[in-house]
């Protein structure tokens, strides 16, 4: 299969700014309460349901990996980026990451509690988000969860430059009402939504509002 081009300059970029990436966003996280928030309800859910293997689909340097470990799930990331993989190995050795696409995750049927793809669709064109949300529906169980973060808007944007690098990304903002559509198309339930708006104080200013998206794999229907 021939790969798209977005997925080759998707990987490139983050491969070209992987060591720099790691660096300027170590501490982001802690700067967010509400992200920490809806991470920490993600993770309540898969372990009231019962637990078992989640992963975070573009994890990048491994920092969000890290911290659901911490809450308690049995979490490994998967990322287009080597590099950034390599910098994820290194920094949280106790953790598994692997190379991998959202396109096709290496996963069979039915393998996951849950998923997380934070900030990571951001990249995937609008006409290919339906197949990378069928692809989290074949690889949850029933019942598994799904969480969502992306920025809000309606015109993408192009970078061509960061941390003094090359890169060529384009990040699609999208509005919360056209993404839990595609995901409820896909056959996942919506359970929760967060609009926050953007923070424009600090290290980790903002230019949008931010969205996040919860969603459950059906369990299916019980027998009487």
């Known amino acids: 299969m021939i790969e798209p081009d977005f997925v080759r300059t998707t990987r490139a970029s983050y491969d070209a700014v992987a060591a720099d990436y790691a660096e300027h966003f170590r ?31 573009g994890c990048g340097t491994g920092r969000v990996t890290a911290h659901m470990n911490g809450l308690g799930l049995s979490v490994f990331g998967v990322d287009l980026s080597p590099r950034m993989v390599a910098v994820a190995r290194q920094t949280h050795p106790g953790l598994r990451f692997e190379v991998g696409s959202m396109l096709a995750l290496d996963l069979p049927d039915g393998a996951l509690a849950g998923i997380m793809a934070w900030y990571s669709t951001i990249h995937i064109p609008q006409e290919q988000l339906p197949e990378v949300f069928a692809e989290f529906h074949r690889v949850l169980a029933p019942g598994g969860h ?21 890169i060529s990304l384009d990040f699609h903002r999208r509005q919360p009402e056209g993404v839990a559509e ?42 009487p």
Request: glycine share 10%; net charge negative; charged share 30%.
């Open 27 to 57: 501490d982001e996280l802690a700067a967010k309460p509400l992200d920490r928030a809806m991470l920490a309800g993600f993770a309540e859910l898969v372990l009231a349901a019962g637990g078992g293997p989640v992963a975070d689909v």
């Open 182 to 223: 595609l995901l409820s198309r896909a056959g996942l339930v919506m359970l929760g939504r967060l609009l926050r708006e953007r923070d424009d104080d600090g290290d980790f200013a903002e230019k949008t509002q931010q969205a996040f998206l919860l969603a459950r794999k059906p369990a299916g229907i019980s027998r």
């Open 146 to 166: 799904l969480l969502v973060a992306f920025q809000v808007g309606d015109e993408p944007l192009r970078r061509t430059e960061a941390f003094g690098h090359v």
